[in-house]
């Protein structure tokens, strides 16, 4: 079974610029979450979709976008680069949506990343 | 709220040493799950276990040991007979699930565990 991907592994931008990643998570796991890692404040919770809807976000401004297909493929853009965007981003897929009594698979396996860096 | 803490940055040993990895966890959830995650240099995060909240029974998998208990709010983690390959940084976390969704992962900083040859 193929794991989540994540589309570019790198990427170098300017500031100023906007950069989309793309995410496609493991076949027949609907929920995809995004992350931020960098050195200073560690792994940061973007946000999380479901069906095509985004169920939770975290403290980030509004440059940073998401949003979820049909096929369960997401993209995150950030628009506007700074310096500060320069970071590993995460893409998670799990297989969530079960009802609890079927016992949900909370399980989320995580992509390689994509490493943007922002001159 | 939710937190998780791993007191040890880094940690270092030689091989076939054991080694255990703290964690600590805050949260008011009686529903919840915690995790542990290995990331080695090459920065995919690699699942290691999941457990919830309603399940204290201890689990050994090979070499791998976890030590849930929710009196002291910790996960602990053990590797038995380590080995180089286990270089890497250890990450806790706990979620607490909305309705049919995981929600957000709530990361400890990591722990660097060095296995010397």
């Known amino acids: 079974k193929a794991g989540v991907t994540q589309t570019p592994r790198y990427l170098i931008k300017t500031r100023g610029q906007q950069v989309t990643l793309s995410c496609s998570p493991i076949s027949g796991h609907r929920s995809v979450s995004w992350y931020q890692q960098t050195p200073g404040q560690g792994l940061q919770f973007l946000f999380e979709y479901f069906s095509e809807t985004q169920r939770n976000k975290g403290n980030f401004p509004g440059r940073f976008s998401g949003r979820q297909f049909s096929n369960s493929r997401s993209e995150m853009n950030v628009s506007t680069l700074e310096l500060g965007d320069s970071a590993l981003y995460l893409c998670?897929?799990?297989?969530?949506?079960?009802?609890?009594?079927?016992?949900?698979?909370?399980?989320?396996?995580f992509g390689p990343g994509t490493r943007l860096t922002v001159t | 709220a939710q937190k998780v803490t791993q007191a040890q940055t880094e940690i270092s040993v030689v091989e076939k040493e054991d080694v255990t990895l703290d964690c600590v966890y805050e949260?008011?959830?009686?529903?919840?799950?915690l995790f542990w995650y290995k990331q080695p240099p090459s920065g995919e995060l690699v699942f290691l276990i999941r457990?919830?909240?309603?399940?204290?029974q201890n689990e050994i998998s090979g070499r791998y040991s976890w030590n849930f208990q929710k009196s002291t709010s910790s996960f602990n983690f053990t590797i038995t007979a380590s080995q180089v390959v286990d270089s890497a940084v250890y990450f806790c976390?706990?979620?607490?699930?909305?309705?049919?969704?995981?929600?957000?992962?709530?990361f400890g900083r990591g722990t660097q565990l060095t296995v010397w040859p």
């Open positions: 976390a706990l979620s607490s699930p909305r309705g049919s969704t995981l929600g957000r992962l709530y």
């Open positions: 949260t008011r959830d009686t529903t919840y799950y």
């Open positions: 998670a897929s799990t297989r969530s949506g079960l009802a609890k009594l079927e016992g949900a698979s909370y399980e989320q396996y």
């Open positions: 457990r919830n909240s309603f399940d204290e």
